[in-house]
């Protein structure tokens, strides 16, 4: 018979071998002291780890795993379910864009186009500041519209972890 390969000796060793293999695999372990050292190996380290002292896994043993990893990737089950900062941060970009449009009509009211433009039916209904800020949410919203795939993919790639 030829040299037992591993998985024939690991086999014999978890009982997995019908009584014939396990005759034959005793009688090359017999001749062979390559395989027998291996099967040796094999007890002692089943031996080990039935001694090995923790059974079972300590109490707190999700909390010593959840300290090993950076914060934040658990982060999301610690912070509290509703934060108030984007509300902030939107009350103050809609500040800062009502300012911006302020600034741009009382500055457009100066062009020397701007008298005719003032004629138009549609200035004549908004107003100038009302113009001004058609202009700029059209704008906004035609932004918006136009990385909106963008946006959409990106967020499909994180939610699939691509
Ligand atoms: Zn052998």
Redesign the pocket.
């Known amino acids: 018979m030829s ?2 390969n591993k998985d024939t000796l690991l086999a014999l060793f978890y009982h997995e071998v019908t009584l014939p293999e396990a005759q034959k695999i005793r009688e ?2 017999a ?6 050292k291996y099967m040796h190996l094999l007890n002692q380290m089943d031996s080990a780890l039935n001694q090995w002292p923790e059974a079972n896994p300590l109490p707190d043993t999700f909390d010593r795993i959840l300290a090993t990893i950076p914060e934040r990737w658990h982060a999301s089950h610690v912070r509290p379910a509703v934060s108030a900062r984007p509300i902030f941060n939107i009350a103050f970009a809609m500040v800062a864009i009502l300012l911006l449009i302020y600034f741009v009509q009382s500055r457009m009211s100066q062009l020397p186009f701007w008298p005719a433009f003032e004629q138009n039916w549609l200035v004549q209904t908004l107003g100038s500041y009302g113009f001004v800020a058609l202009v700029f949410f059209g704008l906004g919203a035609f932004i918006t519209l136009a990385l909106a795939p963008i946006l959409y993919f990106d967020l499909n790639k994180r939610t699939l972890h691509i």
Not at 31 to 36: A, I, Q, S
């Open positions: 040299h037992e090359h372990l001749d062979c002291e390559d395989c027998r």
